[in-house]
């Protein structure tokens, strides 16, 4: 009996251990989409700033030379 409940310990351990280390990496894995991801609606916002500052005043000499140029 003894031999079995050790075997169950040892089992259980490893068992145990190769659980963690799956839910390391895919916390890992979190981490870095969580991180891509805010980079991206960081990047999002500064594009629309961009867009409502051009809308707020647009430079139609631009627009102009763009069009005269073809």
Do not use: C
């Amino acid at each position: 009996m003894k031999i079995i409940d050790r075997h169950d310990a040892v089992s259980d351990q490893i068992i145990g251990s190769a659980v963690n280390a799956l839910n390391q990496t895919r916390m890992q894995d979190e981490i870095f989409e969580l991180e891509r991801q805010a980079r991206a609606f960081e990047n999002a916002g500064e594009q629309m700033l961009k867009v409502r500052d051009f809308i707020a005043s647009p430079n139609t000499n631009t627009r102009l030379h763009r069009y005269q140029a073809w």
